[in-house]
Nanobody, 117 residues
Framework: QVQLVESGGGLVQPGGSLRLSCAASGFAFSERFMNWYRQGRGKEREMVASIGWTGTTSSSYADSVKDRFTISRDDAKNTLYLQMTNLKSEDSGVYYC?????????WGKGTLVTVSS
């Protein structure tokens, strides 16, 4: 059973930093692309960052977060991370971990990030 559990969200001031984590289980984590999505209030869910499986070292970012966010993975811990710096109010939203296994999309329940003074 595929499970994705996000954590690390919270309230942070503009310009601050947060690190999100996603604990994965039930599939071969090291062999899957992993993604972070977010959904702001009244907005559609959008991809924030993506990272390839171990050995590819490929990653990509939405233009809005380039040079501020860093996606990484620890295959020994089956954990995905998103380091977020210089946070802006428009980064607020629920952040979701995502992967695709045998053609099916899996999502965690999300972790809420609020950027506000």
């Amino acid at each position: 059973q595929v499970q994705l559990v996000e954590s690390g969200g919270g309230l942070v001031q503009p310009g601050g930093s947060l690190r999100l984590s996603c604990a994965a289980s039930g599939f071969a984590f090291s062999e899957r692309f992993m993604n972070w999505y977010r959904q702001g209030r009244g907005k559609e869910r959008e991809m924030v960052a993506s990272i390839g499986w171990t050995g590819t070292t490929s990653s990509s970012y939405a233009d809005s977060v380039k040079d501020r966010f860093t996606i990484s993975r620890d295959d020994a811990k089956n954990t995905l991370y998103l380091q977020m710096t210089n946070l802006k109010s428009e980064d607020s939203g629920v952040y979701y971990c995502n992967t695709v296994v045998r053609g099916a999309y899996y999502w965690g329940k999300g972790t809420l990030v609020t950027v506000s003074s």
